[in-house]
């Protein structure tokens, strides 16, 4: 698979798994001049580049601790920067194949309205460009790594042109962490230290056996699905690897440091027994209160809870019927994104403008770095990126994975009552559906294999199984 060409990523002969590659050689003089002309080219973009971004950075916090008259040259600064956000400026800057439109953007189940300069001067700033990139800057971004310790019994120290399917699910997961730890309204502060919640989690994707959910752990978990060190994962077998390590990790938790534990329930949707080859999967209403119930150890009646809905939308290319049901899926307050893209390269899709998927890329290649946890001043910069790239919705590949996020029983409640609705404008043809129990004979599940307790169940005859037959090739997409 080839990566995407992201400005400033290394060639892969950089990649230490690439080490026998060498490149072609060339004189010392010519190469101390090439390497002096892009110093000095870097130097002068820098100091050109760096102030605007400062003051964007830190436009909000100044405008709600200043009074009135102190603030009137931040205020200038800030109708400068919405003016170099409105024309498009800045997205062209930050890397977007092309500015954003004036339509409304859903970003994760939120609505940012971009209005024209004129109306956006007097506009709240919530609803604005400045509180979308905000918004965007602050989702945790998780690329290919390099120069970390090898992956088990492989001898790869990067997953540079593989990995990007799990370093979109990682993506996925690490919203889904932050929003029930810190809230949906959270975002990245300019000042260290660090909220100790926010530095936690991005331990837990590091790049080592210790870290719970990093790379290593993931493919270790995925065996069974086919997920190896240097070869590419499809949307389904990478749902059903993080099944299997979110109950590793709770029933084996001295295998990581500590701070492996996942807070919530974990829901691989599945179709029925016709719908594995392509039928709808069925969100089941008793399948989700079992695994609440088993979460808590039957303490409490619910828990948080992640819905992974992983599908296929066609053969070759996406069907154009499903395009404005995914879309939805953008609105509903539980949104977490997509595991999508073009084909055989995986993105993380987390929000939608008109007829494009605005995305987080995986495909800069950057080095490894060691998040620890109680670390509160640490370098986070290689895990937050400001560039919006976009994709047209019908390039995307048909074999994706959707993700939700509820954190309590009236939120679950909503999440049915919006995919009901939902199921009512696909005429015929739904993402998925919701009922409120299964037939035994359809679906078996085994709720012991996915939660790793027997259970006191209240649904004994539901299996809360994977339905992992042989009969599930096209999953492996």
């Known amino acids: 698979m080839t990566s995407l060409p992201d400005k400033g990523a290394p060639s892969n002969s950089s990649d230490p798994s690439y080490e026998g590659n060498a490149a072609p050689s060339s004189s010392s003089s010519e190469q101390k001049e090439v390497c002096s002309l892009k110093q000095s080219k870097t130097s002068i973009l820098s100091g050109v580049f760096t102030s605007p971004f400062a003051i964007f950075e830190s436009q909000q916090d100044s405008s709600t601790s200043k009074s009135p008259k102190s603030s009137s040259g931040s205020y200038g600064w800030s109708r400068v920067l919405r003016r170099i956000v409105c024309t498009g400026s800045m997205w062209r800057f930050l890397g977007s194949s092309k500015p954003l439109t004036s339509s409304d953007v859903w970003f994760l189940g939120k609505c940012y309205k971009l209005l024209s300069e004129e109306s956006s001067s007097d506009s709240d700033s919530d609803s604005g460009h400045a509180a979308f990139l905000e918004d965007f800057s602050s989702r945790i971004w998780i690329t290919y790594r390099k120069g970390f310790n090898a992956i088990y019994d492989s001898k790869y120290t990067s997953d540079v042109n593989w990995g990007c399917m799990v370093r979109s699910s990682q993506m996925l997961v ?42 290593h752990n993931l493919l270790q978990a995925g065996k069974s699905y086919g997920l190896a060190a240097g070869s590419w994962v499809g949307p389904y077998a990478m749902c059903r690897a993080w099944q299997t390590l979110v109950r590793t990790n709770k029933e084996q938790p001295e295998v990581v440091d500590g701070n ?132 047209a919705l ?13 954190s309590d029983k009236d939120d679950f409640d909503n999440f049915c009552s919006r995919a009901s609705e939902l199921v009512e404008k696909a005429n015929g043809a739904p993402l998925f559906t919701v009922v409120q129990s299964v037939q035994p004979s359809k679906q078996r599940y085994n709720q012991e294999d996915v939660s790793g307790s027997s259970g006191d169940g209240t649904v004994d005859n539901i299996n809360v199984e994977d339905l992992e037959t042989g009969e599930e090739e096209w999953q492996i997409l």
């Open 174 to 215: 690490a919203q889904a962490l932050i929003f029930h730890h810190l809230g949906r309204s959270w975002r990245k502060p300019s000042q260290k230290p660090y909220n100790p919640e926010y530095i936690r989690i991005l331990h837990m994707f590091g790049d080592s056996e210790a870290c719970a959910f990093s790379v």
């Open 260 to 391: 492996g534990s996942f807070p919530m329930a974990l829901y691989v949707v599945s179709g029925d027994e016709d719908g594995e080859r392509g039928g709808a999967p069925v969100v089941c209403i008793d399948v989700v209160a079992q695994l609440c119930c088993d979460f808590n150890k039957g303490q409490s009646a619910w828990s948080p809870i992640v819905l992974l809905v992983p599908l296929v939308l066609g053969l070759d290319k996406i069907n154009p019927r499903y395009i404005p049901l995914l879309k939805e899926t953008f609105t509903f307050p539980q949104s977490l994104g997509i595991l999508g893209g073009k084909p055989g390269t995986s993105t993380y899709i987390a929000g939608v403008q008109d007829d494009r998927a605005l995305y987080l890329d995986p495909h800069e290649v950057q080095m490894a770095v060691d998040i620890v946890a109680d670390n509160l001043d640490v370098d986070v910069s290689s895990y937050h990126c400001s560039t919006v790239r976009d994709l």
């Open 394 to 406: 019908d390039l995307i590949d048909p074999s994706l994975a959707i993700g939700f996020y509820c």
